[in-house]
C-alpha cells in the first residue's frame, strides 16, 4: 500500500487487559501501542486496574516487563477491584470499566472533539461510552475496532456496525463481517500478520548457558509448552499424556497456575516439570532453552477460525522445531515449510510427532530456521505501518 501522511493527530488505545500482568492479550496491546509510535503517532494506552496478591508490578516497571521501548503513555482507570473469578466480580468490572471509561472521556473532552482524534479499541465494554457519546454529538474522533473474533449476537453487531473501520486477522472474521453484519469491505482492515521481533537481536541465544541459567541438564532433551495452562485444560491433559511415552526425555509446562500444580501433584508423570507464570524475559529463557516447542489447542470454533497465538512468535524466532495443533486459522498463518502440525486432542497423534522431530532434528531444525526469517521479516512496527495507512486512506 502506498505510504500516506499521517492525518492521525493522536491514537488512543482502549486496552481490555490491565498492562501489570503480561498475559498474551496484554503483549499484544504493548507491541501495538509501541509500533504505532515507532511509525510517529502519539500514542496513550488506556487500560483498566486489577488489584491481585501474587502479581504486583509497579507502573514504572510496565515497559520493562514487556521489553518495549517507552515511547507511549500509560493511563490506567480507576477499576481496582480484586482478580478473582466470580459472577460478582465480573459484574463489577463492567460496571467500573463504563462509568470510568466515562469519566475518562469527559476528562478528556477537549481532545475526543477534535476529528483527527482516533480511538483504537480492543474492548467491547469500554467501546460502547464512545458510540453513545458520539451519537449525541458530544465527541467527533474517529473509532476503529481490532477484533480477533466476532459472534453472531446483536452485541456484536451493535459495535461494528457503529464504528469507523474493524482491524482483524484472519479471513473467516473478515468475511464473517461482511456476510453477517453488512460491513463494508472498505470498512476492514485485515491486519498482516506480525510477531514480536521488533527489538530482538539477529543472533541466536546460547542454549547451553541458559539451560545452565535454568539448571536444566545439558544433554537432556526438553519439550516445551509455554502458554496458557490454568487446571482441567485439555491440551495440558494430551501433553502430559505424551510425555508418558518418552523415558529420556523431559517435558516442560511453563505458566502453570496454582491449581494446576496442585492437580498434577498426584499424578503419576515421572517426566513432567512445571514452572509457574513468568515475565516475558523470563519466559523467553524456556523457550530458547527447548528442543521441541508444543502449542496445542482445543478443537473448539473459536480455535478452528479466529486463534490468534501470542506465542507463535516467541517460538519461531527460538530456531526450535515447532509443533502447533491442525487447526485452519493456524493453517492460514504458518506455513507447513516451517512448522509440524498434529490432530486436535489427540495425543497419540502429538507424541508420535514429537518421535519423528527428535529423530530427524537436523531436518527439522533447517525448517525452524525458515521460521526465524519469517517472524523477523514481520514485526508489529511493520503490520501498524500497514494498518496506519489503511486508516488514513479510509477517514482522512
Given at each position: ?97 463504563l462509568l470510568f471509561t466515562v469519566v475518562f472521556i469527559l476528562n478528556n473532552l477537549k ?286
Amino acid at each position: 500500500m502506498k505510504q500516506s501522511e499521517h492525518h492521525i493527530k493522536k491514537l488512543y488505545y482502549i486496552s481490555p487487559r490491565d498492562m501489570r500482568k503480561n498475559r498474551a492479550d496484554a503483549v499484544h496491546i504493548m507491541y501495538s501501542c509501541a509500533a504505532f509510535s515507532n511509525n510517529g503517532v502519539d500514542v496513550e494506552l488506556v487500560a483498566p486496574s486489577i488489584k491481585r496478591k501474587d502479581y504486583k508490578v509497579s507502573k514504572d516497571d510496565i515497559f520493562s516487563l514487556y521489553d518495549v521501548p517507552k515511547n507511549f503513555t500509560i493511563t490506567e482507570l480507576r477499576t481496582k477491584i480484586k482478580e478473582v473469578k466470580n459472577k460478582s466480580s465480573t459484574i463489577s468490572l463492567v460496571v467500573k470499566k463504563l462509568l470510568f471509561t466515562v469519566v475518562f472521556i469527559l476528562n478528556n473532552l477537549k481532545s475526543l472533539r477534535n476529528k483527527n482524534v482516533l480511538i483504537y479499541s480492543k474492548c467491547y465494554i469500554s467501546t460502547i461510552p464512545y458510540i453513545v457519546l458520539r451519537t449525541l454529538k458530544l465527541i467527533r474522533c474517529k473509532l476503529v475496532f481490532e477484533t480477533p473474533f466476532l459472534k453472531q449476537n446483536s452485541y456484536h453487531k451493535f459495535i461494528v456496525k457503529r464504528v469507523d473501520m474493524i482491524v482483524v486477522m484472519t479471513d473467516f472474521v473478515k468475511d464473517f463481517a461482511v456476510k453477517n453484519f453488512g460491513i463494508e469491505k472498505e470498512r476492514i482492515v485485515k491486519s498482516p500478520i506480525r510477531f514480536q521481533t521488533d527489538y530482538l537481536e539477529s543472533k541466536v541465544e546460547n542454549k547451553i548457558e541458559i539451560r545452565n541459567e535454568l539448571n536444566w541438564e545439558v544433554n537432556s532433551r526438553y519439550i516445551v509448552y509455554a502458554g496458557k495452562a490454568g487446571e482441567k485444560l485439555n491440551r495440558i491433559k494430551i501433553f502430559a499424556e505424551a510425555s508418558n511415552v518418552f523415558e529420556d526425555v523431559k517435558f516442560v509446562i511453563v505458566g502453570a497456575t496454582p491449581g494446576l500444580m496442585k492437580e498434577y501433584d498426584s499424578h503419576n508423570y515421572n517426566n513432567l516439570l512445571l514452572y509457574p507464570f513468568q515475565t516475558y524475559s523470563d519466559y523467553l529463557k524456556f523457550v530458547n532453552a527447548a528442543d521441541v516447542l508444543v502449542a496445542t489447542y482445543e478443537d473448539t470454533h473459536y480455535n478452528r477460525y479466529t486463534l490468534s497465538p501470542g506465542k507463535g512468535g516467541a517460538y519461531l524466532q527460538s530456531c526450535n522445531p515447532v509443533v502447533f495443533t491442525d487447526l485452519p486459522c493456524l493453517r492460514e498463518r504458518f506455513p507447513e515449510s516451517m512448522v509440524s502440525f498434529v490432530k486436535p486432542n489427540d495425543s497419540k497423534s502429538l507424541s508420535e510427532k514429537i518421535e519423528h522431530i527428535l529423530n530427524n532434528y537436523d531436518h527439522y531444525t533447517e525448517r525452524a530456521q525458515k521460521g526465524r526469517e519469517y517472524v523477523m521479516r514481520n514485526t508489529f512496527t511493520d503490520a501498524s505501518k500497514f494498518i496506519l495507512n489503511a486508516l488514513n486512506e479510509q477517514l482522512f
